[in-house]
């Protein structure tokens, strides 16, 4: 929701901004449009390879249709389980795990299953949570690089449109067109990059350290489960990742 009513705003309020100041068609021009757009996605493809550009549109999707924060219904189902593992056995939840949507849940599951080290389940978990972290940090970083050459490539737009003008001052009638070319390719340039590309960039970021926290809250969890550990003990653990003052107060009473 935030991020439709950020770009509906963004865009609405500048457009009417230029509306205000005499018309939308004045700020339309195809060939800056095509100098910017076009030159941003043909350096973004030179810079990087293919294989890394097309998981990038799968992240975008998150930026839309992101669960949001799922935290609180991640500790209920950890602790609904380890009151089933202490009941009925560790193993009496291996049936839980081919119906399990989450992979990164499943697979802990399944080493808890197998009787894995819960000091080896926490290895293994942060090793695939840093790999993650580095999949997901290259998709922010390719929206960072385009917001780095639409700018770019706005001045290249304008240093064509100058020369256009330039080489016909002595036809008036061409003077204008080549002055828009100069002004719209930079102005262009500044738009897509600080309100569609670093944007985007920054909320892909924020969205990944959100999963991130409530991955490692979730590692916790299994630990916590693999040692047979009272459910509420677990509940404590995980929500102490989203009240960092929990654990400033368990700091200071084991200090006591």
Do not use: C
Not at 242 to 248: A, C, I, T
């Amino acid at each position: 929701m935030a991020t439709l009513i950020g770009i509906v705003s963004a865009f609405g309020l500048v457009g009417l901004a230029v509306f205000m100041g005499g018309g939308l068609l004045f700020f339309f021009n195809l060939q800056a449009f095509l100098i910017v757009v076009g030159g941003t996605l043909g350096a973004t493809l030179i810079h990087y390879p293919v294989r890394d550009l097309l998981p990038v549109f799968r992240r975008l999707m998150r930026v839309f249709f992101s669960s949001g924060d799922t935290g609180d219904a991640t500790v209920e189902k950890l602790t609904a389980m380890a009151q089933k593992a202490r009941r009925d056995g560790v193993l009496s939840l291996e049936k839980m795990i081919p119906k399990e949507t989450d992979p990164f849940l499943a697979e802990g599951l399944q080493l808890a299953v197998d009787g894995v080290e819960p000091a080896i389940i926490r290895e293994i978990m942060l090793s695939g949570l840093e790999a993650s972290g580095e999949r997901h940090e290259a998709g922010a970083e390719i929206f960072a690089t385009m917001g780095s050459y639409a700018p770019a490539l706005g001045m290249v737009g304008t240093l064509i449109g100058l020369i256009q003008m330039l080489q016909n001052l002595h036809d008036p009638d061409a003077i204008g067109p080549g002055m828009a070319v100069a002004l719209l390719t930079t102005f262009y340039g500044a738009l897509l990059s600080n309100l569609v590309f670093l944007p985007l960039a920054g909320k892909l970021r924020a969205l990944d350290r959100q999963e991130a926290r409530e991955k490692q809250m979730l590692v916790d969890g299994l630990v916590s489960l693999a040692r047979g550990e009272h459910p509420r003990v677990l509940a404590w653990r995980m929500r102490a990742h989203r009240q960092p003052s929990l654990k400033s107060l368990a700091g200071k009473s084991d200090e006591k």
